[in-house]
């Protein structure tokens, strides 16, 4: 197989070194670089510190492709420009051009803000330098995107740090020269996408070696990701053949389990049942706080669909709001299979929808006793067509146990909307 140019991504910010923010560009830029046929080796996340930011820029740029973000303001701890400069062993020189179009930009702002330029123009000098052979891609305010090929032959493209700038100004690095000599003739992978819900990752990794495992220029990676197994498969140039015959044995020995062949979540699936069947869809949530129908919501266009939802957390909720009755809670308790039944009766009938899921459990850490412990979560959906229930014993921390009641709700949902009934699909393997 033809190898394919390597890309390492640096992701700079003290911030995200110390944890106060998650990182998003690096596993976007990783994502891009595979769709334009490059090779991600890795996500380097570095702080400010010069040392510590040159070393993991000089390594980079061993790499075909170094992608960079952040460290581009008019701050002093924005030395990114500065420090690849240094790595690459190239001539740092002020662009005048740049500057002049940074420096109306500052103006408007100090304008603006009624505050003199002078404050500003410190600022501005220092984000129109730039490595010799460097062109700019585009302004993020006054930070400037830069494309240039470094002494090592590697392509440098260096983005601001905002996720929304970085991605604004990422079809320019593209389109860029230097890019498009590197992408000449560069073929990205082919990929086969297998989405599961209720089976274990080892039932799916003794599928894929029955399967006759990957190999030969298919790359199969299994991943649990949100309560749900994702199966990828890479696919080289020249293998779909060989990516064709196991994708058809995986999904033959997978088939019970298997819930999508793309990229869309659960919600959207849901969704678009809900619509082809003309349906209202309604959530009543106690233990998952509203996640349902965040995950609902989240899709755009959901309102179509969608009604809306009531979260009943206190008793005294699920009676006024979702005509819980009184009696019921007292024999059965709020927490129970009844609960969630009438939850579910209770927000079709209240917000006039024809299919509801509700959700009522113990996410802890506190709250479990023996005969209700932690983890314990009760589902119910209630439709046209009849009804699904499902209890869990769910393990983790509360934030695990409510995004898996969550995931659980949503393919619960799916099942009835399906018309299936098929215990596969409601009651996931953990293990």
Known sequence: MTRRPRAVVVVTGSELVRGE?????????????????????????????????????????????????????????????????????????????????????????????????????????????????????????????????????????????????????????????????????????????????????????????????????????????????????????????????????????????LFARDERRVEELVLSLAAARGLRLATAESCTGGMVAARLTDVPGSSASFLGGIVAYADDVKRTELGVPDELLAEHGAVSAEAAAAMAEGARERLGADVAVAVTGIAGPGGGTPEKPVGLVYLHVAGPDGSLRRVLDLPGEREQIRMRATVTALHLLRALLLGSHDEAVQRPRLA
């Not at 690459?88 to 505050?115: F, P, Q, T, Y």
């Not at 062109?135 to 740090?161: H, K």
């Not at 060989?242 to 088939?255: K, M, N």
């Open 21 to 257: 923010r998650t990182d998003r560009n690096g596993p976007f830029l990783a994502g891009e670089a595979l769709r334009y046929g490059l090779e991600p080796a890795r996500i380097t996340i570095v702080g400010d510190a010069p040392a510590e930011l040159e070393a993991a820029l000089r390594e980079a740029l061993k790499a075909d492709a170094c992608l960079v973000s952040g460290g581009l303001g008019p701050t002093h701890d924005d030395r990114t420009v500065e420090l690849l400069a240094r790595a690459a062993g190239m001539e740092l020189v002020v662009d005048e051009a740049l500057e002049r179009e940074i420096e109306s930009i500052s103006r408007a702002v100090a304008e603006r803000l009624r505050r003199p330029y002078a404050d500003f123009a410190p600022g501005v000098t220092k984000q129109a330098r730039r490595p010799v052979s460097a062109v700019s891609i585009g302004l993020a305010g006054t930070a400037p995107g830069l494309v240039f090929r470094a002494p090592t032959g590697c392509v440098v493209v260096v983005l601001p740090g905002p996720p929304g700038e970085l991605r604004r100004l990422w079809p320019n690095a593209v389109a860029s020269e230097p890019m498009r000599e590197l992408l000449d003739g560069t073929r990205p992978p082919g990929r086969r996408v297998l989405r599961l819900f209720g089976v274990s990752e080892s039932a799916v990794a003794r599928a894929l070696e029955g399967a006759g495992g990957d190999g030969e220029g298919v790359e199969a990676t299994i991943c649990a990701r949100e309560f749900e197994i994702h199966v990828d498969l890479m696919v080289e140039p020249g293998a779909e053949a060989r990516a064709e015959a196991l994708d058809l044995a995986l999904a033959e020995r997978l088939e019970q389990w």
